[in-house]
């Protein structure tokens, strides 16, 4: 069974930091691709940012490349998102994902992230 737990969520400044972490189990790490989404109140949820396990290539949604960085321990099963210069329109609950042919096949619970203005 597939298992994603993040964790790292929050309460922050605008102009903060936050490292989210997303612990994976139940499958082969490198064969799925990985990475985080958000929703936030009365919004679709979005997706952030997005690796593949073929290339290697990342997706960085528009609205954080520059500030968001994905990575991951392969050792360790876990992947990570460090977000930095943090705006009040971050608020948003983080899903950590992952999926065969995308990032959206299977889902972690979420994490809060709050920025307050």
């Known amino acids: 069974e597939v298992q994603l737990v993040e964790s790292g969520g929050g309460l922050v400044q605008t102009g903060g930091s936050l490292k989210l972490s997303c612990a994976a189990s139940?499958?082969?790490?490198?064969?799925?691709?990985i990475g985080w989404f958000r929703q936030a109140p009365g919004k679709e949820r979005e997706g952030v940012s997005c690796?593949?396990?073929?290339?290697?290539?990342?997706y960085y949604a528009d609205s954080v490349k520059g500030r968001f960085t994905i990575s991951s321990d392969n050792a360790k099963n876990t992947v990570f998102l460090q977000m930095n210069s943090l705006k009040p329109e971050d608020t948003a609950v983080y899903l950590c994902a992952a999926g065969w042919h995308s990032c959206d096949d299977y889902w972690g619970q979420g994490t809060q992230v709050t920025v307050s203005s």
């Open positions: 690796t593949s396990s073929t290339d290697g290539n990342t």
């Open positions: 139940g499958f082969t790490f490198e064969a799925l691709n």
